[in-house]
């Protein structure tokens, strides 16, 4: 079966999805992009993933050529066309084609979206959520705006590339002796009952599942440090999870080739998975 | 007229030149590029921009999609076709489009090759060479690996805007008190005599132009300090200069606002740019 994706209003076979060569992100990466996860035919967290979209846009200067009730309308439509039940839908924003290419850009030049889908049945329920995932830590090589939702995902690309190829499933980022975030996703530890990752800046991305779990750990009654962690503490922890969009939260159960307790998912990670996803699915549209 | 753009071994009218939304140079960034200038319907410095493509190419473990006979004859057919006399020549491979995305990337896919030309009569003796140009200092946000030529270029881009819009041509971009090279350019500057510009490492681009001016300055018996510089440094320097493949040795007049000497191209950028432009239209193919 062949998806619909969406290309500036037109709804068409994925192998007709073009853009021209021309188009900044093709030959800039300028332009952002986001990440909804689909339960139950219904988007996951989706004004936050809208309002990050704004800002992502917002801190680019390119100017957001949907409301909200238009991208709401326009991803529901996804989801129907392709059939999902669980999975993603994809959402990129770029600067447009202006005709030629030029490091300075102009005004007025319409911009390209594109929209696809991912079906992921089972999305919810991952043999990896079960057993957990094994992580590394490599050398953070992305620019100095990770808050900025862009396109520019070499060094990520290549992180998990070299993670995969020493044998783990993802890998850590560390920035002058201190863990940033994994590559697509939020790191957080445990120690003694209390749970850490990493505070806002322009260091790391602004997680929309990050901030939901910040919020119903907080209902829980769990306590959240937001601080920088080292490499160190991290292999020295109860347990590790990550957040992301599409991961939900997903437990890590070994770091650098070392064992967290008893290798397997701990308690904190699979309560805060399973409170997340109610909450998901109870608030998803 | 419209321009003859090469994809993947077509050659298309440029308003049909398109890339699928799926390729991963559109959606993550993972590509590389070149720009060739041409003087005269001739490729200028071309062995070492093909050299340069091939250590970027390695770099991200992207196959060489072509042998330099064969990318040689691509370029001279993009310059016949497109009638080019003085102008550039465009080119990206990206890692292709294996169909769906994924951070991780899939062995075995096609690179995506795009060549474009644009047209540039007067090239060799532009205004902005006789006048030079103003640069200011922003901070340097690009990624960690800027040896590889990567289309990742939203950080100079943004840079290029913010110093037009602070009525400057170009910016100079620092990092831990020291510049680091130019938005598209490496930076250079003039202080009794002895020229300097930063050395090689990942922190700059490998420039081709750059190498050419460091051999032609020594055959003239200048002297070339390879070392990074700061701020005060370049505002306090006799004259400046920037070289890239499409600017050639084109001098900077103004940094920060302040004037250099008496506001006009220094002796030392003017009789390089002139044995530049001297030494690449004869060794142009």
Redesign the interface.
Known sequence: MTRI?H?NGDELA??Q???????R??????GV?EVTSVLGGKLVDFPGHLARLGRSLGA??IANPHTDEEWLAIHRRMVESNGIDEGLV?L?VTRGNPG??D???VEGVAPTV?L?T?SKPGLADSPQARDGIRVIML?D?????RDIK?????????A??EA?AQGADDAWLIEEGVITEG??NNAWIVKDGRIVTRGLSTDILHGITRAAVMRLAAEAQMTVEERGFTPEEARAADEAFVTSASAFVMPVVEIDGARLGDGRPGPVARRLREIYLEDARASAL
Do not use: I, N
Not at 25 to 30: I, V
Not at 150 to 158: H, I
């Open positions: 994706v290309v994925e192998d999805a073009k853009v021209s060569v021309f188009d992100g093709f030959l800039m990466a300028d992009y680019l200067k994809y990129q030629d290419r490091f300075a850009w594109v696809f991912q050398p090589l992305r620019w100095r705006r862009t396109v520019q995902l070499l060094a990520p690309s290549l998990k590339m995969k590559t697509s």
